[in-house]
């Protein structure tokens, strides 16, 4: 009897948790077909209480207190509709098409970029609305209004670029396309150059523990590039964009829905860079930036959704061919290969891509998914004289069981796969510097592993918890575990607080990833063979969203510890004419925290702004020694305007960063000496946009102050010489950049 009783309380307790809580999807109709409205706002009328509705058209709205019970549902482009909602606890939500399709209508309601509030792990969102606010011309020049990411130079002669999180390499965060890892070893240097801004539909960026779904790596975080789902987009969307070096890009879009029946919707994108002019603002005698040619290729096709009962697949196909070339004003690439007369750098490669997601789902409970993807990547290049050609095949599978069970929790367990074959080929031609190592390499990664992670809900999804692990296997180096768990605890509509914790190794891929070990002169010395790299992370972070009349905010704070128990990284210091390589075992961490501020007024201004605190270091010899290149202070600020209807919008941001620490050239000549630290400095970037129905034309310039970095190639006026070297570029050196463009679309 007592028994019952209890079994009756626990009931009565879970239907009154139950009924604190409003769920359902937003829906919008269009040409009489039905479709999800993910990103749509979902508000009780009166109050600040807010719910943004997630990728699966899902929502979740408390309603406790809520004593007016209208809620107010919208979405870019559809209806703005108040529903009188009274004691439901579950509601579909149907919108109805704008009748017309001004722009005004089209992007006002939109919420630019922002604090997912459905992710366990703190991620943030960058959509087509926050990317519209600068050229955006590539993946690495989507970052500049936030400041979870920087993006670092690491040859500042051919541009190649990383994106950094909490102050570490870009190799220790993952970087996914459609949730795949596509960009790693000889596609990790330029890889993240050859998606452009047009083809993304949204950019998540996770610091800290991400899922062991997606495989090992990730240490320091995630970044995940969404592209344009075929079935949503734009018929046709045209791009084109010059700046003032001569630079000129060209992207164009195609959808369209395709067979009898229309299940199957096909995106064609195509992207293409011609080079600038020579320019040599600093007069060191070398370009300013390299002269780039690039094309690419890309078709996704989709079937179904993974989300309903049956069959749905995803199919991407990629093609990039790229070329860039460098160095000194007067270099030829077809006459000075190779040469000892001009200086000059030039990489060309190859890279074809192929990826599949494929799901079968045979109830709402459970679901088969299969995800394949591989690529080959042919890249010949020249630095100076050292001829570097590689070659590299890798793949990747990942095959997972879903599960729903007791109603609200999920399951996903399975097995995965690893493959990497990378040959390099470095050799000196007309050469009298004493280097070392020339010959081939042969970097081979084979890992088989299993997975399991749980996701549970409770308390009417208030506690969201994952508890992950993984299990692989090094050809080498043997048995790998790697546990991870983030929790999510939403006070209430306004505070939400979250954890994480776990660990993460990764595979070094040398010469491919650091590219400053073959543009210096330099010799490399190898102390002993690298062990693959393993770090322990732990972070903790509170969000407070907020409405107030016209005005909407978040505030938010983290902070993230990585904990390394090995890592690589060049030594530059013990001898400026040599790079040591070796594992470090001993003490090295990196401690992050960044404060952030965002507010919306009248749904036209939009201003942000964030402090990020970096402490980078190590311990050798008993001493705490700062890691090159982290600035211990970085301030950002963005504001967006947009006029009523619309039509005109403004953008400016800032960046400031505090000093850095150098490579030690102290042994130098006087000459070939840099400090020890860099100048602290600020950059300013500013857009206007102009809309009509269907064009965009957009004008800004870049580092608005033309600041550069003084003398950043140390022996300029001997790149043949024992002392040139590129490892101390740490700010701009290019200068002021203007640029147009125009952007043309057909919904």
């Excluded at 879970?14 to 999800?36: C, P």
Aim: net charge positive.
């Amino acid at each position: 009897m007592k028994a019952a009783i209890a079994a009756l309380l626990l009931l009565l307790l879970s239907l009154s948790l139950s009924a604190q809580t409003l769920k359902g999807k937003l829906f919008g109709m269009q040409g009489g077909v039905r479709e999800i409205l993910p990103g749509g706002m979902l508000r009780w009328i009166g109050t600040g209480v807010v719910a943004v509705v997630n990728e699966n058209g899902v929502f979740e709205l408390p309603v406790q207190d809520v004593t007016d019970r209208r809620l107010v549902a919208s979405h870019p482009g559809f209806v703005t509709d108040t529903i009188m909602v009274e004691e439901k606890t579950y509601l579909s939500i149907v919108l109805s098409k704008a009748a017309t399709e001004l722009a005004g209508i089209t992007v006002t309601d939109r919420a630019g970029a922002y604090i997912s509030s459905l992710g366990v792990a703190k991620t943030e969102v960058i959509n087509q609305k926050e990317l519209s606010k600068a050229a955006c011309c590539d993946l690495a020049g989507c970052f500049g209004t936030q400041a979870s990411v920087q993006p670092q130079t690491t040859n500042v002669v051919t541009n190649a670029q990383e994106l950094r999180i909490l102050g570490l390499s870009g190799v220790y965060n993952q970087v996914l396309f459609d949730g795949l890892p596509m960009i790693q070893g000889l596609s990790y240097t330029y890889g993240i150059s050859t998606y452009p801004g047009s083809m993304v539909e949204n950019i998540y960026v996770s610091k800290g523990t991400t899922s062991v779904l997606q495989g090992y790596e990730s240490i320091s975080g995630q970044i995940n590039v969404e592209s344009r789902h075929p079935e949503k987009s734009e018929r046709l969307y045209l791009n084109a964009y010059i700046n003032s070096f001569g630079e000129k890009h060209f992207n164009a879009n195609v959808a369209t829905p395709v067979g009898k029946k229309k299940k199957w919707h096909s995106l064609l994108a195509l992207h293409t860079v011609q080079p600038a002019g020579k320019t040599d603002g600093n007069k060191d005698g070398f370009l300013d930036l390299p002269l780039l040619t690039r094309y690419m290729a890309y078709n996704k096709w989709k079937y179904g959704n993974d989300k309903e009962t049956g069959f749905s697949t995803q199919i991407g196909l990629r093609i990039t061919a790229e070329k860039r070339i460098g160095g000194q004003m007067d270099y030829d690439a077809a006459g000075h290969k190779g040469s000892n007369k001009v200086y000059g750098q030039q990489v060309g490669y190859t890279q074809p891509e192929a990826y599949i997601k494929s799901a079968y789902r045979w109830s709402d409970e459970h679901a088969l998914v299969l995800a394949v993807s591989g690529y080959y990547h042919d890249q010949q290049s020249w630095f100076g004289t050292t001829s570097y050609a590689a070659v590299q095949q890798s793949a990747y599978l990942n095959l997972q069981h879903e599960w729903y069970w007791n109603q609200k929790h999920l399951l996903k367990y399975g097995v995965s796969y690893r493959y990497q074959e990378l040959e390099e080929d470095i050799r000196f031609i007309n050469s009298s510097l004493p280097r070392s190592y020339a010959g081939k390499y042969q970097t081979s990664l084979r890992v088989p592993g299993v997975f399991a992670e749980n996701t549970f809900h409770w308390l009417d999804d208030k506690v969201t918890l994952i508890t992950g692990a993984r299990i692989d296997h090094h050809q080498q180096w043997g048995w790998y575990f790697t546990p991870r768990t983030m929790v999510k605890y939403a006070v209430n509509g306004n505070h939400t607080f979250r954890a994480s914790a776990g660990t993460g190794w990764r595979q070094v891929s040398l010469f491919s990833e650091q590219a400053n070990l073959l543009v210096s002169s330099r010799d490399i010395i190898f102390l002993e063979p690298l062990k693959p790299e393993a770090a322990f992370n732990w972070g903790v972070s509170h969000t407070y969203h907020f409405v107030t009349g016209q005005t909407t905010g978040t505030l938010s704070g983290d902070f993230y510890s990585t904990h390394f128990s090995n890592q690589f990284f060049p030594d530059y210091d013990s001898d400026p004419t040599k790079a040591i390589i070796r594992n470090f075992e001993g003490s090295s961490r990196s401690n992050g925290l960044q404060l952030e501020a965002s507010f919306v007024f009248f749904k036209q201004l939009e201003v942000r702004s964030a402090y990020n605190y970096l402490d980078v270091y190590r311990r050798e010899n008993g001493e705490k020694v700062s890691l090159p290149f982290n600035p211990r202070n970085r301030v950002m600020a963005a504001l967006s305007y947009r006029t009523k209807n619309n039509r005109w919008q403004g953008d400016i941001n800032a960046h400031w960063f505090d000093k850095m620490r150098l490579p030690d050239t102290r042994s130098n000549p006087v000459a070939y000496q840099r400090p020890l630290y860099s100048t602290p400095y600020a950059t300013v970037n500013i857009q206007g946009t102009f809309r009509l129905k269907t064009l965009d034309i957009y004008a800004g310039c870049e580092n608005l102050a033309d600041y550069r970095q003084p003398n950043p190639i140390i022996s300029a006026n001997n790149p043949f010489g024992p002392y040139f070297d590129l490892s101390s570029v740490w700010g701009p050196t290019r200068g002021r950049e203007l640029y147009l463009g125009v952007r043309y679309s057909i919904k």
